[in-house]
């Protein structure tokens, strides 16, 4: 390993530095960590790995938090390690996730902004390890930050000891991509969190740090997991282009212009392959405000539609993150990483106006959206910051494909097997069959739109049924509460939601 | 009908006086009414009761826009006459609901800080008249809104004409009462929302207008009707109990002091006295940042027991309005009256913290609420504010007596029949019965603790017996979906959720 000591440029810690494996045998059955990463981007690495190989000798349990989802298949061992007590707030690992179901280890979804509100006001368990991952310390007692900011700030304040990755992998460039701000209490010391404009800086390049607290530095060199996104396909491009229209038309309505409004886009290949829609569009000086900058976000930076991009993360495929890394000075002055409090921000989201694109698992007639919950029970990966996003957005899009698993599910559905967005915060919906705007619509208004805009041709018949017989019930939101999982109950007992005649025909 | 022109300051305006009915004549089929009025305090009375009369001689349909509720019948009298289109963002009038419910009119249920947003981006269809109810008119061109700002100011700012209701059965003692703010359109324009702490005022004493677009001033002498305030009783004691208890183990933990955070409480009997059960506690120098300003405010204010409060309005009972609007001097420096915009700002309640109260319809074993459909579908209400300030606040609880129609409702069930608040966004639900502190738990330990803490003891070992049987499906959020609605399904088949055999033991 090399051990460069010009990256911890504060010579009092040099006397810090210990082996991943030392660290790692500082934590105690029952504690809690905190751990940097978000999206697969500048997660703690070596110790969380220490940690499983100590898992082979000795029985233990601790609670793990993070800003998202981690890469280097950290949650993946730790879940198969089986010293997972808890985990929060989001994962993104079909091994993790296997645990979660089978109720191996519990798992907390949360809004992305609110962890941090907790672990200030004590409502979570006390942080007894942050563990981030950081590119350099600074002189003057600041933690430099590699390819996330997630939770880190938070972590690293109100941990009770702080463990130290320095990643010789990551560029030391970063040092000023980061604007790193913690708001106080809630309550009258906490003041506005000043952000107006995308790229407006607020904080410090890295993270303020009580150096009594500092148990350990580790030197690590590892790269992030590259990014899993699949390219886009014929559906996601039907997607973006109905995307397309509708922002075409909220132009031609004057409610914006081809500036548009700054955008958001979950993770995911969906809302990657929309904003890939963009380049050849006529929208331009675009800017960015999102949780994780993808591919696609650097695509649209290369192509001069993007002007500016504010996230929380950049996470790339393999071979974005060569091209991007290797000419990080061509980026540098169109970024900045924040803290997933900050990107999040209800406050700053309203403020900025965004325009807001989520993946939906399914969503059902009267426009509820399910995010997380496959047949309303096993967990995918989470809320992630869609609720922080859809809740306050200008505009809150969601988007899915009409069907899945070669057309035997629906994704819109009478009735959503689990509610992660309720009607009141989606705005528009979008498969590749059309698109619904749902805006100052009552719930039969909505209906009719969604099944006529939104449903594949194959269940769009089914649904009208479901919807005409429920209307006889009356209602402001028509249910046949009998039937109103019937599609999801059907797919559990014949492999799918069509009706049998439906099939035949 | 007293013409006191004094109350019309600016002497201009004069000319524009009319009587209601003419007012009302300028109304036609297909436009959009912006009206006054928040939890039946300081609605548009006289032209909204004239555009009544005239529907029994003409044909034509309207759509309605509000703050929220409103008080004199009017929403029965609107619906009976059937001239509604469309109504939004709230209701709480027995006879519109179930014209709403048949599908007579259309009603678009919003979370209450988001219809401003939606008028100033030219969502919904542009408001055709303001009608706005006002003590006065300043010298310098503001309208002085009477017992409620709700909507108010935005109406009056985006609507192509204003037609204002002088009521001179309203003190114009209440200059000065109000703290009008509207924000500026979402992107570069808009600055933080500068509200700091409860009390801070950041607006004008009244709604800024442009002199031209008013069309008439109506003089009107009518009284705000008194609120519906059923008085506590044993169980909702109980539920007040449980409330400061919870409250109490908070302040053992160090997360609150005896002065707690400010307080919201939503409308209704239940929040009323859980309020009212704060009179003779431990607690002191409270105070209040809500939507309505209920009679247990004014009782706490009276018992020293309140320092401040900022509301939206005051609704009040026959004699509670006798007594403060009597005194109104002693009260005056103890309140602000805001738009519902800023009392019901993501942004605001983030920064200050709340303790936020609100009634739930039903709940969950996962802790998700249903707010507004009975079964699922019937409107009752709406979601209100409870949806700003539920994911928002600091703590956020709903309350709700654990059975219903002498027990043959559970307000507990497996699947709450409609999603207003999702599993994300409720922190405490409390019933007599008991409390369950939800936060930083998984679903799984949270369905153990309502069914244990929260359940009526007649339904428990049902819920129990679907929680088993849902675990040993697995999930992360373990469900029967062919059972999640049985509750509800055999209570519409036999008049009760309450399994045979259990009504027989």
Redesign the interface.
């Known amino acids: 390993m090399l051990k460069n000591l010009n990256r911890v440029k504060n010579s009092k810690l040099h006397d810090l530095i210990v082996s991943a494996e030392e660290a790692a045998s500082w934590i105690q059955d029952g504690m809690t960590l905190g751990l940097s990463g978000f999206t697969r981007a500048g997660d703690a690495k070596a110790v969380p790995l220490a940690l499983v190989e100590r898992a082979k000798k000795e029985t233990f349990k601790v609670n793990i938090f993070t800003g998202a989802s981690v890469g280097s298949d950290i949650d993946k061992l730790l879940s198969e390690a089986g010293i997972i007590n808890?985990r929060?707030p989001f994962q993104a690992d079909a091994t993790m996730r296997k645990h979660?179901?089978?109720?191996d280890h519990?798992?907390?979804?949360?809004?992305l902004s609110?962890t941090s509100?907790?672990i200030r006001?004590?409502?979570?368990?006390t942080v007894d390890f942050a563990i981030v991952e950081a590119v350099s310390i600074t002189e003057d007692g600041m933690i430099i930050p590699t390819t996330s900011v997630g939770n880190s700030a938070t972590f690293v304040t109100h941990a009770n000891n702080i463990v130290i990755e320095i990643n010789v992998a990551q560029l030391e460039e970063f040092e000023g991509l980061h604007d790193v701000y913690e708001p106080a209490?809630?309550?009258?010391n906490?003041?506005?969190?000043?952000v107006?404009?995308v790229g407006e800086r607020i904080g410090t390049i890295g993270i303020p740090f009580d150096a009594s607290k500092v148990k350990g530095i580790v030197f690590t060199k590892y790269t992030d997991s590259p990014s899993t996104i699949v390219p886009p396909d014929e559906e996601t491009k039907e997607m973006a282009d109905h995307l397309l229209a509708f922002l075409r038309e909220e132009v031609k309505?004057?409610?914006l212009t081809e500036k548009l409004?700054p955008i958001q886009a979950g993770i995911g290949s969906v809302a990657n392959a929309v904003l890939h829609g963009m380049i050849d569009s006529e929208f331009k000086n675009l800017e960015v405000y999102s949780e994780v900058l993808q591919d696609s976000v650097f695509d649209l930076i290369d192509a001069g539609k993007v002007d500016f991009a504010s996230g929380c993360s950049i996470t790339l495929s393999d071979e974005k993150m060569k091209q991007v890394f290797d000419n990080f000075d061509q980026y540098r002055d169109k970024l900045v990483l924040r803290p997933q409090e900050i990107t999040n921000?209800?406050?700053v989201i309203?403020?900025?106006?965004l325009i807001s694109i989520n993946t939906a698992l399914e969503f059902d007639i009267y426009g509820?959206v399910n995010s997380?919950?496959v047949?309303?029970?096993?967990?995918m990966n989470g809320?992630g910051g869609s609720?922080d996003f859809a809740?306050?957005a200008?505009v809150a899009i969601f988007v899915t494909k009409s069907i899945a698993k070669g057309g035997n599910v629906s994704s819109i559905v009478p009735f959503v097997?689990?509610?992660?967005?309720?009607?009141?915060?989606v705005d528009v919906v979008v498969t590749e069959q059309g698109y619904a705007d749902l805006?100052?619509?009552?719930p039969?208004?909505r209906a009719s739109l969604i099944i006529n805009n939104c449903v594949h041709p194959m269940y769009r018949d089914q649904l009208s049924s479901y919807f005409v017989e429920?209307?006889s019930?009356?209602?402001?939101?028509?249910?046949i509460?009998?039937k109103?999982?019937s599609f999801?109950?059907k797919f559990?007992e014949t492999g799918t939601m069509l009706d049998k005649e439906e099939s035949l025909a």
């Open positions: 808890k929060l979660i179901n089978a109720g519990l798992f907390v979804d949360q809004h609110h509100e907790l006001n004590g409502v979570l368990p209490p809630q309550g009258e906490r003041k506005p969190i000043p107006s404009s309505a004057g409610r409004a921000h209800p406050e309203r403020r900025l106006g509820n997380t919950h047949c309303g029970t096993k967990m809320i609720g809740r306050n200008k097997s689990h509610v992660d967005h309720t009607e009141h915060d805006r100052g619509l009552a039969r208004e429920a209307l019930r009356g209602g402001q939101t028509p249910h509460l009998e109103a999982f999801h109950t559990a």
